[in-house]
């Protein structure tokens, strides 16, 4: 039903960590190997080897260049930031709602968006209603693809425990990536929210996501002084020993420094 | 967004066939026998030619029954059901008119009121949308249905109705596309809000995730065709309004009426071009395009 339900359970989610993301791609790479191969129709890849190359994907990682502004009249370096982007599970989630067949649902579990591919005619309203790019029209398939939070993982008793999250998460190599319940404010992804000042993506378009991003720390500021230049200083000034007298004698040359 | 050409065809077609069923529907003394056979057929070739035009950007166009059912939530769900209905209603008010010459009043009016119902769900599908800021907007059913009821006076030969029709309608397309170009800014949407990086500085697109294209470029991001955006708009205004008004002023007959149609209909073909071409989704941001 495309109707939302009014709370659920659990609200599963990620909260990714632009701070330590260094962009290396591990994630999306995972992400398409894992659902290719499993959860619905695969996730095609159309003409892969000619230069107008074009997939489906269910997690993008775009990079930005933040410019701060002038800190003491001196320009501050640009911060390049790495953002992987897939569906955020919203509360309000508009995708779920437009769909004329019921396709689209919210798992009133675990909050999990989710799309029946046997409903699904491919219209691509929900793609359309999506602020944030999270759902792609399979091409060969013709039915909605999106971020299934990995369902077929994390719930799943034939994997090692420590392999039940999302591919994204099991793979990041810089621990960018956290999973977990943010309906409890307990869980480790709710205290790393909590204290790291984790942020909702285009608040203003009322979509209360469940994902949150950690914001880049600040950068140090570098200090205005040479903090070397103590131990530059020339060391004998007051004339005394070897060195001074060849100071001395070097400087009396024709020529010679003073 | 992309303006695929199914759903240009569709909403201009299916709005001037259900236009032309909401006078059919309404009028006290409508045509009986071949004359009524002849509007009926035009409305239809309209309304369920645009419809089946819709059906080619479906992905799955075999599955389109499982549509009709979630219409408690969905505009574009009600609007399947409100255009079934509507065709259903009106095919047993036409045979009336058509092979007994009979006029059942009250089923013409729930036609009429089902066909109004049809263009207005449609154009919820596009108003309903908080991601396109230029839809999101009440001009949005306004002009829909004043360009469906225009066009369908103009198809069922209401001449003073029409003029009025057209009039309004033009000088609420130019409001529309003028407090429409403003919207995106106004939505305080930003590349700021979307990354939430805007605490640290102004945001630039460093590097897309891919060195192509995808399916949310293809379909959200259209910029190529907004260059000639202006000339269009004044062509659609002057095809579309303009010259159906001084056909139709001139003096009337069959062969102006049918110019003043056709310049019309390519006007509208125009105007709903650029409504998809223009209006810009705000997935674009992340790609640092609009």
Avoid at chain 1, 9 to 22: E, S
Avoid at chain 1, 79 to 108: E, M, N, W
Avoid at chain 2, 166 to 172: D, S
Avoid at chain 2, 210 to 236: D, P, W
């Amino acid at each position: 039903m495309t109707e939302l339900p009014t709370s659920t359970a659990k609200k599963l989610g990620l909260v990714i960590d632009l701070d330590t993301c260094v962009g290396c791609h591990a994630c999306v790479v995972s992400c398409k190997g894992w659902n290719t191969e499993n959860y619905g129709a695969t996730l095609s890849d159309q003409n892969a080897y000619s230069g107008a190359a074009s997939g489906t994907f269910l997690n993008r990682v775009h990079s930005y260049e933040v410019q701060p502004p002038m800190l003491r009249d001196a320009p501050q370096p640009a911060q390049l930031i790495h953002f992987p982007k897939s569906c955020l599970h919203c509360d309000d989630a508009p995708c779920v709602t437009v769909c004329p067949t019921g396709a689209s649902y919210k798992r009133v579990e675990d909050g999990i968006v989710l799309v029946n591919e046997q409903d699904c005619i491919g219209c691509g309203l929900c793609a359309w209603a999506c602020p944030y790019g999270a759902r792609e029209l399979d091409e060969a398939a013709g039915v909605m693809k999106k971020c299934t939070l990995c369902v077929d993982r994390i719930y799943n008793e034939n994997l090692p425990e420590e392999d039940r999250q999302p591919a994204c998460v099991r793979t990041c190599p810089s621990n960018a990536r956290h999973f977990g319940d943010l309906a409890d404010p307990e869980s480790d992804v709710s205290i790393l929210v909590a204290e790291r000042g984790g942020f909702d993506l285009m608040p203003e378009q009322g979509t209360k996501p469940t994902n949150k991003y950690l914001p880049p720390r600040p950068k140090d500021v570098e200090p205005e002084y040479d903090i070397l230049a103590p131990y530059l200083e020339p060391i004998a000034k007051d004339g005394k020993g070897f060195v001074s007298w060849l100071d001395k004698a070097l400087s009396a040359l024709p020529g010679g420094a003073k | 967004m992309h303006p695929a050409p199914s759903v240009i065809i569709f909403t201009t077609f299916s709005g001037l066939g259900f236009g032309l069923l909401f006078w059919l529907g309404i009028n006290p003394t409508p045509p009986t026998g071949w004359v009524a056979f002849a509007f009926f057929a035009i409305a239809y070739l309209g309304a369920v030619g645009g419809l089946l035009a819709s059906t080619f950007h479906l992905g799955r166009p075999e599955r389109f029954l499982k549509a009709f059912r979630q219409w408690t939530t969905s505009w574009l769900s009600r609007e399947g059901i409100c255009a079934v209905a509507t065709l259903l209603t009106m095919a047993l008010y036409g045979a009336g008119l058509v092979f007994f010459g009979t006029k059942i009043t009250a089923l013409g009016w729930l036609g009429a009121l089902g066909a109004l119902a049809t263009i207005f769900t449609t154009s919820m599908i596009y108003a309903q949308l908080k991601t396109v800021p230029r839809w999101n907007h009440w001009t949005t059913p306004a002009l829909f249905l004043g360009l469906s009821v225009a066009g369908g006076a103009l198809l069922s030969g209401k001449v003073t109705v029409t003029l009025g029709l057209l009039v309004v309608t033009g000088a609420l397309q130019a409001f529309a596309w003028f407090h429409g170009d403003g919207r995106f800014t106004a939505s305080g949407t930003t590349m700021e809000s979307a990354t939430g990086l805007g605490h640290i500085g102004k945001v630039r697109a460093f590097e897309p995730p891919h060195t192509g294209t995808n399916y949310l470029m293809r379909e959200f991001i259209h910029v190529v065709g907004r260059k000639h955006a202006m000339q269009l708009r004044v062509i659609a205004l002057l095809l579309g309004f303009v010259v159906p008004v001084a056909f139709l002023l001139a003096s009337f007959n069959h062969w102006l009426a049918l110019l003043a149609v056709v310049s019309h209909v390519v006007g509208v073909l125009t105007l709903r071009w650029l409504f998809f071409a223009q209006a810009e989704h705000v997935v674009g941001l992340y790609y640092g395009k609009r």
